[in-house]
């Protein structure tokens, strides 16, 4: 089994009037299914109403991003799966809720994390 990140920046969810209530219903349902299935480890969006800040080795708190993931937000789902064929069934499923395509990522496994 392999963890996998399934994502979106929430710019890219595209919306009709009243479509974000029936993309909260069909997402709900997706990760309600995956839940079910047994392969769901985590789930759900950056408060972009909360500023990020950088945490040093000695404590030290500094404002700000790294310029990398300066836009960083929108929705992110971590699910463990057998294959990458599995994962992107999943982000299908993600992207058919949300109306948006989803970006795919496989975790590197490291046995001592």
Known sequence: MTFYLI???SGEMQLDEGGLE?????????????????????GGGINEGVPPVRVAADGTVEEGTYAQTARLEGGY???????????EEWAAKIAKACRCRQELREFWFDEES
């Open 22 to 42: 029936q993309a909260s219903i069909d997402s709900h349902q997706v990760i309600r299914d995956a839940k079910a299935a047994g392969v769901y480890v985590f």
């Open 77 to 87: 789902t971590i699910l463990n799966l057998p294959d990458r064929a599995a994962a």
């Open 7 to 9: 994502s979106f920046p």
